[in-house]
Structures are given as C-alpha cells and as structure tokens.
C-alpha cells in the first residue's frame, strides 16, 4: 500500500516566517521602517481570540509593531468605522486586519470595505479582488489562506501548472473564489465545486490537484482521489471523539487523511497544513505594505 507524502505546511511557516523576520530586519536598518500589524476583534469569540494571539504571537516574533484592538460586542457600527478610518491614517500600521466573523448587527461588508485597499493584508477589498481577477497582483494583496495553499502546490508541482487538472470543493470569497484565480494563473484547469454540484466524487476523481474548503469533516474519501494528486485541505473542524471512555474534542480537516494518503501523492495534514501557512501568509503581506508604502518592491 502506498502512502503520500505528509506535506508539512508547519515547518514551511517556520521558514517563510524565518526570512520575513530578516527582511523585516534589514528594512528597519536600511530604511527605518517597521512593519506594523493591526488588529481588530469584536467580542469574546472563543475561536477568534485564539487566532488572533496567534497573529499577534507571529507579527511579534518576526519583528513587527502590532497592536490589537479588543471591542465590545455591541460596539456600533459608526465606532467600528471610525477605528478603522484612525488605522487607515496611522503611518506606523501597514496592516488592517477585522477578525471575523462579526456580530449579527455589524455589516462585515461595509467594514471590510472601509479598510484602505492599500492596508487591506487580508485581500478582502474589492480593489484587491479585482486586481486578483485581472492577474495584476504587482501590488494586490492576495487572501492568505489561498497564497499559502498556492506556495504548497508550487512546492509539490512547480511553478507552471499547465496541463494540470484543479478541482476546489467550496466558493467562498476567502478560499475558493480566490484559489481558482491563482490556479487558473498558473495555468491549470479549473473546476469550482460546491454544495449544488452533482456526483461530487466524479469530479474530483479527474483533479490532479483538489483544494478542500468546506467544513465538513472527513468528506473527502480515498476512493473520490486520482492517483498521485495532490491534496491540500483547508477545512477545520471540530470535533468530539470518544476516547477511553471520555469525550475529547479534537480537530480535523474536510479530507479523511489516514484513508486519503493509501492513493494521493501529497496530502497536507490539519492540524499542521494550511492552518500555519496562512498566518504567515498575514505577516508576508503585512511586509509586503511597508515596503511598497516605502515605494520599495513588494
Ligand atoms: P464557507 O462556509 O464560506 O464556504 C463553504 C463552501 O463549501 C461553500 O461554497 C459551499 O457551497 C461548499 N459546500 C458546502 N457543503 C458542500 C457539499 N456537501 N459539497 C460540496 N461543497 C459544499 O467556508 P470557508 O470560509 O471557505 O471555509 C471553509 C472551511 O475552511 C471551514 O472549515 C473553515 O473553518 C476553513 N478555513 C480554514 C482556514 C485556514 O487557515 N486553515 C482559513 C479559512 C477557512
């Protein structure tokens, strides 16, 4: 029996975050600058304060200024926004980040949007969606999870993935939308999947490579996989498992890794895949803002 490769999205965040901290260095001592990070969150979201220390643990550790703004849950609206216009206006932030999701009375888009397209390090402009779309990504800032997943596949394919098959099961403007966008730059053939696809097992037998951005644990099962395909799993999921009598919560991903890996190529594991790479990917961009608000390449 075969087993693929465990693509190991943590070890490759160590590394990336490795060279940021000393880009980061060397634009301080050669320019002055640091790149600074804000973040904003709204409430007591259990899950959303754990990324967002995590966020705040990395910017840190590469070197950046990073400030987080905690606001209560019934903050209104015109509060939100009269932050985000302060942050647009900070010389020393390059990064604007609201963790979402948001309280039922805060239109996320409204807010998202309010953001400058040029401090957006999450993507999520349609300035920067846009750019994305067209291909000029020179200076667009592209979604972090989808970047990382893409600098996973390069990893495992190259650069140029002409002739390829891509199958990504979800649409979301977060995962999906902007993932067909960066493969279909690299030249491979799209299929966007989603919860009204019909006989999804069918389609995604032809990927060569399948992106899964669902959440829904363990959907993705061996016998759906092409031989040798590449296999990159977005989805977190938590779930309870019995163990020795007791109930454990744990998590996993929208791909059944142990059974998935008798046939794939390379699969990325949660935790320790995409998770990681994303963060990482916040801090890329946010380096990226202050070098190009330098007039520096990005
Ligand atoms: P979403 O809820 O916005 O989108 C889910 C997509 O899945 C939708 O497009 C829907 O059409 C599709 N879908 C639902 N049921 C389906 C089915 N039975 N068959 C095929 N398609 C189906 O979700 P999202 O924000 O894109 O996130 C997806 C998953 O990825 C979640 O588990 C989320 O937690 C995770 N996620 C992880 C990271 C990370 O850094 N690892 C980042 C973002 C999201």
């Not at 060279?19 to 002055?32: D, F, K, M, V």
């Not at 640091?34 to 220390?53: C, F, H, M, N």
């Not at 279909?184 to 951005?213: E, F, G, K, Y």
């Not at 031989?227 to 791909?255: C, F, H, M, W, Y």
Request: aromatic content about 4%.
């Amino acid at each position: 029996m075969t087993t693929a490769k465990r693509i190991d999205g943590k070890a490759k965040a160590e590394q990336l975050a490795e060279s940021i901290t000393e880009q980061t260095a060397s634009l301080l001592s050669q320019h002055g600058i640091t790149p600074g990070l804000a973040v904003v969150i709204i409430g007591e979201d259990p899950a959303s304060q754990v990324y967002v220390r995590n966020k705040k643990r990395r910017a840190e550790s590469c070197g950046f200024y990073s400030v987080q703004h905690t606001l209560p849950v019934d903050v209104s609206q015109r509060d939100v926004l009269k932050l985000i216009d302060d942050l647009n206006l900070d010389d020393a932030v390059h990064g604007i980040l609201v963790q979402l999701p948001l309280p039922d009375h805060l239109d996320e888009q409204t807010i998202t949007q309010s953001i400058a397209p040029t401090k957006d390090v999450d993507g999520f402009h349609f300035i920067n969606i846009g750019k994305l779309t067209a291909g000029h990504t020179a200076d667009a800032f592209v979604p972090c999870t989808p970047a990382g997943c893409m600098l996973m596949i390069e990893d495992e394919l190259g650069p140029d993935l002409s002739g390829k098959n891509a199958v990504i099961i979800g649409r979301s403007n977060i995962v999906g939308k902007p993932m067909a966008s960066l493969l279909m730059q690299r030249h491979a053939t799209i299929t966007v999947a989603h919860s009204r696809t019909r006989d999804l097992p069918q389609v995604v037998r032809n990927a060569d490579i399948v992106v899964a951005a669902v959440g829904r644990p363990n959907m993705v099962k061996a016998d759906w996989v092409k031989p040798g395909a590449v296999i990159i799993d977005v989805g977190i999921n938590r779930i309870e498992q019995k163990i020795d009598g007791e109930t454990k919560s744990r998590l996993t991903g929208d791909v059944d890794y142990d059974d998935v890996c008798t046939v794939a190529g390379a699969v990325t594991p949660v935790p320790g895949g995409v998770g990681p790479m994303t963060i990482t990917m916040l801090m890329f961009n946010t380096l990226r803002s202050a070098r190009l608000s330098a007039g520096l390449e990005g």
